[in-house]
């Protein structure tokens, strides 16, 4: 298995202007004929050869140039490669025919068949199981593809541009689609089946009209609403905020099962995974309506970050994804509560993101090399990258950093760059160096930042010392300071805060040295301060709070991030302790925890949505980020007993306010009812931590009443979770009767059973993988079951039996030969084995061996394995 290196980029030998291509669609043989005018590319050298990628799964039934048809002694295909042996001439036309097995592509990417229909997935690599392509994204050309198929079995027939021509015979039909912006063969998409459609018109800014059609099985016509209104928004949003009009006259979204990612932005034709365009009050969660509009506007947002103006490499992903989120997030922020949404996102990056970059697969947001570049659609790559492009935001200001994104789109529509083209632009608009800042993109690991302080009462001089440093990462042990934004504001005793020398209420300063001492004059008392605010840089802070200055905080920052992330510390301080007990204390609750949430509670009808996320605990995913040795029972018992005691300390709190959150006549999924509903499930959560009857009573009828799932399910997971497990049972039944025909909603009902932490779950888990509404082949399903228990069930994952290791290592070793992508990415828990105890550490590292054992294995999980096992 070979590895790719940026330092090795060079240009493509050969550009391709044209494809034609030409698509006999057929469940189990389909023949792609594809047309290529291509030209020797002069800036490359001469003398390179002309080198095509192909999976080995495609079969080459001829291969002609210039009409010439091509003996097998013209070429040689190895590894993936065809290379010809001929002489070319500066333009010719490259003629190639392909058959393709559709049916047998359990893999999901290139051609697939999901439940009967067919669709692509390309990105990244998907094309080349389609046909021999230079499949590389600085390879941009304009498509014709011609579809033609079997006209009852697949009457809708998909592509990407504007469909120009189309025709049938007595038993097929045929479109032809024109897409008239040249792009890499990673946005080529298709679709074919008997789908219906949603439709609206869009006018632009402009005044052009677009067409918008969002494609489904027709049982699931009644859920596309929001997903439409959805994708308007995001169209309006985009052209406000960032002056970028859509280009095509139609846009389409299409609606399939089997999916390895959450959607995907093909031009003009994005494929979704149906958990991220369905939506319906009765069968999805207002957390899944929300996930739904942010994947709708992030794939949105990329026709100009990422279609128009595309990566050069893979290395430079975090071009179009970093930015797409950073742009999603901002969306979401407008669109709901920005305090929230930054809460969401600072949760996610400091849980999962810290967690990869501390692990074996820890790498730069421009890595420097891969076997399998699946393996780098990450957390680090995403959500940090976005972090970057946030943080770039905070330091140019809303207009420059506009100005620089303007300057972007400009200078290189139409083009394949990099994120030093990015950044390069930010300097132009800025007339700033950010050399130092783009360590960044280049230095992997978190970044942690130490602040000692100091208050010279004499002289009313207050001084903070920053101290930054980053831990060795896998293939890097050198360090560099890096640019970090950190934003500060200093409180007085009343709570006001303090005017700082630029006689604002917060500053930004910019550490840029491995230490940086910051000094404010003139004060009459020792300041309480709040740094970081907004969470204004991806690092790992250390001040030592008291928790009195905790319990400050979270009553006077009026920055929402901060203010939460004040509670969240103070509940860190008491559960570590405790931690450190082995978790299973009694002992009560410290005064200061009780009174700050009782303050919470009674505060929390004037910002449900914040509340809601205010009184809930930190995870045990995050508590276990911030754990030298993940003690997974200690970390588990902990969380339980204080949620308890909480409960217990605040009962008549939490059921008044569950009381108050009570249910408005119909559901509306408007962010005021979101948030309601969230808090109102946050209160029952707590009450049945209690294990009386009377909340069960309250858990039942909630389930029985509600006319949402956001509810129902809420109640549903409530008495799930509980010790009333006849209770659960019944209504795990209920539920399965009522939803069994709604795919979605089966998902939700595996994955809560998967996450069950009582004793018992593995087998409980097999049995799940037997249901009928289980289907191995589907990822979403592999998705519910599989990855939920390893993640989640984390006291029964971990096992001292060390059976779900086991359990996953067989998984992995089954599932590599069908679904290499998935199966990756469902190994992630055992790479972790590190932060474990050395019981356990062994244990792992067993199943790890077992699966390198195993035979042979793809290049995405060798990959990760040999990374972890380093
Ligand atoms: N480009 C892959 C799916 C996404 O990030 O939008
Ligand atoms: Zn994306």
Redesign the pocket.
């Known amino acids: 298995k070979s590895v790719i290196y940026l330092k090795d980029y060079t240009v493509p030998a050969f550009l391709v202007e044209t494809v034609d291509l030409r698509f006999e669609l057929d469940a189990t043989a389909t023949c792609v004929e594809s047309v290529l005018r291509m030209r020797r590319n002069p800036q490359a050298s001469p003398d390179e050869s002309l080198c095509l990628f192909g999976h080995d799964s495609l079969e080459l039934l001829s291969l002609s140039i210039d009409g010439v048809d091509l003996p097998s002694s013209a070429w040689l295909r190895q590894d993936e490669v065809l290379r010809l042996t001929v002489q070319l001439n500066e333009t010719f036309e490259l003629r190639c025919v392909t058959k393709i097995n559709p049916e047998a592509n359990t893999a999901l990417e290139g051609l697939y068949l999901s439940d009967g229909m067919f669709c692509t997935q390309c990105e990244a690599e998907g094309f080349r199981r389609i046909t021999f392509y230079p499949d590389r994204p600085d390879v941009m050309a304009v498509f014709t593809t011609t579809l033609i198929a079997n006209k009852n079995e697949y009457p809708i027939l998909l592509s990407n541009g504007n469909p120009v021509a189309q025709g049938s015979d007595e038993t097929n039909h045929w479109v032809t689609w024109q897409d008239p912006f040249p792009k890499p063969a990673y946005l080529f998409a298709l679709v074919a089946g008997d789908l219906s459609c949603a439709e609206d018109t869009f006018i632009t800014q402009s005044g052009r009209a677009v067409k918008l059609q969002i494609y489904a099985e027709a049982k699931d016509l009644d859920k596309l609403g929001h997903a439409m209104e959805s994708l308007k928004q995001s169209m309006r949003w985009d052209e406000r905020v960032y002056g970028r009009e859509y280009d095509l006259d139609i846009y389409m979204i299409v609606a399939v099962d089997f999916f390895n990612m959450g ?1 995907m ?1 093909n031009k003009g034709l994005n494929i979704f995974n149906t958990s991220c365009v369905l939506a319906h009050p009765r069968t999805t969660t207002d957390a899944a309506f929300q996930r739904v509009e942010s994947v709708v506007a ?2 949105y947002f ?1 026709n100009w970050s ?1 279609n128009r103006v595309t990566c050069r490499d893979w290395f430079q992903l975090s071009l ?2 970093g930015f ?2 950073f742009r999603d997030q901002c969306f979401s922020a407008d669109m709901h509560s920005a305090a929230v949404r930054r809460v969401e996102d600072v949760t996610l990056l400091r849980t999962a993101q810290f967690a990869e970059d501390a692990g074996p697969m820890s790498h730069p947001v421009r890595p420097e090399s891969f076997i399998e570049i699946s393996n780098f659609y990450t957390l680090t790559v ?1 959500e940090k990258g976005a972090e970057i492009v946030r943080m770039l935001h905070t330091l140019l200001g809303e207009s420059l950093f506009r100005k620089g994104t303007d300057l972007y789109f400009d200078r290189h529509d139409g083009q394949a760059v990099t994120t030093d083209d990015f950044v390069a632009c930010m300097e132009a608009v800025s007339q700033r160096d950010l050399t130092q800042f783009k360590r960044w993109y280049s230095q992997a690991g978190t970044p942690r930042l130490d602040v000692i302080d100091d208050y010279d009462a004499d002289q009313g001089t207050y001084s903070l010392r920053f101290i930054q440093s980053t831990p060795p990462t896998p293939g890097q042990t050198e360090k560099y300071p890096l640019h970090i934004p950190l934003n500060l504001a200093l409180f007085d005793s009343n709570g006001e805060v303090i005017p700082l020398s630029n006689g604002q209420s917060s500053q930004l300063l910019e550490l840029t040295n491995e230490e940086t001492t910051f000094v404010v004059e003139g004060l009459h008392e020792q300041p309480i301060p709040s740094l970081l605010r907004g969470f204004s840089a991806p690092v790992k802070l250390f001040y030592p709070y008291t928790e009195e200055q905790l319990s400050f905080l979270l009553t006077y920052e009026m920055d929402g991030f901060s203010r939460w992330d004040a509670g969240q510390q103070l509940a860190v301080r008491l559960l570590q302790a405790r931690i450190l007990k082995g978790g299973k204390v009694e002992e009560e609750l410290p005064k200061t925890i009780v009174a700050a949430w009782k303050v919470l509670l009674e505060n929390a009808s004037d910002d449900p949505a914040m509340a809601s996320l205010l009184l809930t605990l930190p995870t045990e995913a995050y508590l276990s980020e911030i754990s030298s040795v993940i003690d997974v029972d200690a970390i588990f018992h902990a969380r339980r007993t204080v949620r308890r005691q909480l409960a217990q300390a605040l009962e008549t709190q939490w059921l008044t306010l569950y009381n108050e959150m009570g249910s408005e006549e119909r559901y509306r999924p408007d962010s005021s009812e979101m948030a309601r509903r969230s808090l109102k499930n946050t209160c029952l959560s707590y009450l049945m931590a209690l294990d009386s009857p009377t909340y069960l009573a309250l858990a039942e009828q909630q389930f029985a009443e509600s006319d949402n799932m956001t509810e129902q399910f809420a109640a549903l997971s409530a008495v799930v979770y509980s010790v009333f497990t006849d209770s659960a049972r019944e209504m795990l039944d209920e539920f399965l009767n009522q939803w069994q025909h709604e795919s979605l909603v089966m998902n939700q009902w595996l994955a809560l059973q998967a996450a069950d932490p009582k004793a018992g779950a593995l087998s409980r888990v097999k049995a799940l993988l037997e249901h009928p509404v289980y289907d191995s082949r589907n990822p979403n399903k592999l998705r519910a079951v599989i990855s939920t228990f390893c993640n989640q069930n984390t006291v029964n994952f971990h096992g001292l039996d060390g059976e779900g290791y086991r359990f996953l290592a067989d998984k992995i070793i089954e599932l590599d030969k069908q679904n290499p992508q998935v199966a990756s990415r469902l190994l992630t828990p055992l790479t972790r084995w590190k932060r474990y105890d050395d019981q356990r550490q062994a244990l792992m590292k067993a199943q790890l061996q077992r699966i390198i054992e195993s035979g042979d294995l793809s290049g995405d999980v060798y990959e990760v394995l040999s990374k972890s096992m380093a």
């Open positions: 959607a932005e992030h794939e990329h990422g179009k994804e797409t989120v995403y």
